[in-house]
């Protein structure tokens, strides 16, 4: 696999990448279940970084970071399910403090349409990722974001899967390449 570079992601806020043209830098990600292991943190290090696991949404080059459990011998983990659609993989990355600039080059989000009926709310705080209940169903949190879906990779239309605070069986997630939390509104 080519390297993941900066051209195609913009680091979590907060934090930077410690070498542009590849943001893992030597991290190895080892998935065992839901439980997600940072490992080969070396070269990391030596960059005066540490390894994190991260989120890549579908469509949405800005990573996110997981609650992570714990640091084992120097590993970062965390217990994420993944949701369809969605990447896991280790970054080696800094702390800042500060929240990266948009880049007018830089990558940029994926254009949805939205729902019949909505749209899209651009100037909000964005949804994190769907979350597995512990009976299976998928979940977003907070009381403002919506459960959508996207039927195939390249396509742009989404579905509205569950309103705010609704919940989708495993199965019914199924039929779609991602599914993913938003802001939607009344058009």
Known sequence: MPA??????????????????????GCTCAISGNELR???IEN???SKGKCHVVLAPPGDPRLLMPKHDAHLDGQETASVDVP??????CACLTYTGETPEESKTGPKPTDWTAPAGTKLVKKHKPCGPPIKRPDGDWICEGDDC?????????????????DPGGAIKPTAA???WAIFCTHLEKA
């Open 84 to 89: 369809p659609g969605w990447e896991a993989f």
């Open 4 to 25: 993941r570079t900066s051209e195609q992601y913009i680091s979590p806020p907060k934090y930077d990448f410690c070498k542009d043209s590849d943001i893992e830098n």
């Open 146 to 162: 919506t459960l959508v879906g996207v039927k195939k990779k390249g396509e742009t239309q989404l579905v509205k899967l569950a």
């Open 44 to 46: 990391c290090r030596k």
């Open 38 to 40: 940072c490992g080969a």
């Open 174 to 176: 199924d039929g779609y």
